[in-house]
């Protein structure tokens, strides 16, 4: 008789609720950074989106050497490395990350082959999406256009970072053999194990009357809007957009979330463009 008077008094009593621990993790793009909070994404930009978050201060901003391939040591494990403290530190539950451009690939690496790495399970088993900002699944035309070495080389430098590993990879026909062998997520592979939103971008506008055009830096919307030129009539001035679409699912075109209907070119994709740092922002409480 005793046991069923403790049992109904454990069961009258209020049920506690684990509560979540959100974060948030900012991984860049091409290129080696020392200080991508600066010098990639901006304050503004960091500052913005992590207010989402119940604790603002569950973010970090990865800094790694994307000039490599993927699955190097200063790639993805660089971004394991500094995604397993972060989600130690802070007692992390659940990760949201976002990726921009070539980054959208060292994290689809990671969430494609747990067990490359000790460290992957634990980060696949905290992520709950990625939102991949203009992502390169499927290589650009520009990256096979610097390595065959034409005039694009020199004038794209300061897009791609010359002819790295990392530029190597995304060259079209390179991801394609990636996707299809090494990478979940795209057409006819496995699906991914944690959502991977990409958000495409389809335009550059550069008029030098338009003070939209002027948002991540007018000389690079430029640039990109030049290199438009060579890619499809749906591109962010580096991405075709179908690239931009090709692993995981579209969360959602620029022009159908942005102010005014606003394109993102491929560097506004990385900014306070436009009311992008507020979608982002608003996402993180889901």
């Not at 800094?63 to 992390?92: E, H, P, T, V």
């Not at 606003?262 to 009311?275: K, T, V």
Request: aromatic residues 12%; hydrophobic residues 40%; glycine residues 10%.
């Amino acid at each position: 008789m005793r046991k069923y008077l403790w049992a109904a008094a454990l069961a009258a009593l209020p049920t506690v609720a684990v509560q979540a621990n959100t974060g948030v993790a900012f991984v860049h793009g091409t290129g080696q950074q020392s200080n991508a909070y600066q010098d990639y994404w901006t304050p503004k930009m960091v500052d913005s989106v992590r207010q989402g978050l119940p604790d603002p201060a569950n973010y970090t901003v990865v800094n790694c050497d994307f000039s490599r391939y993927m699955w190097d040591q200063g790639a993805a494990g660089c971004l394991a490395g500094q995604l397993s403290s972060f989600i130690q530190a802070r007692g992390i539950t659940r990760l949201v990350v976002i990726t921009h451009s070539n980054g959208g690939n060292v994290m689809r690496w990671i969430l494609s082959n747990p067990t490359w790495d000790s460290r992957y399970p634990a980060i696949i088993d905290r992520v709950v999406r990625v939102n991949a900002l203009a992502p390169s699944s499927a290589g650009t035309p520009l990256a096979d256009a610097v390595m065959n070495g034409n005039t694009f080389e020199r004038s794209l430098g300061w897009l791609l970072g010359y002819a790295s590993d990392a530029v190597r990879q995304q060259q079209e026909s390179w991801m394609a053999y990636y996707n299809g062998n090494y990478l979940y997520g795209t057409a006819g592979r496995p699906t991914l194990p944690r959502a991977f939103r990409s958000v495409v971008g389809t335009d550059v506008d550069s008029a030098v009357w338009d003070a939209d055009s002027y948002c991540g830096g007018y000389a690079e919307n430029v640039g990109l809007e030049t290199t438009q030129w060579w890619l499809d009539s749906c591109s962010d001035g580096f991405l075709e957009c179908a690239s931009q679409s090709a692993a995981g699912t579209v969360w959602f075109t620029d022009k159908t979330r942005m102010a005014g209907r606003e394109p993102l070119s491929h560097n506004q994709s990385r900014r306070p463009c436009f009311g992008l740092n507020t979608v982002l922002r608003n996402d993180l409480g889901q």
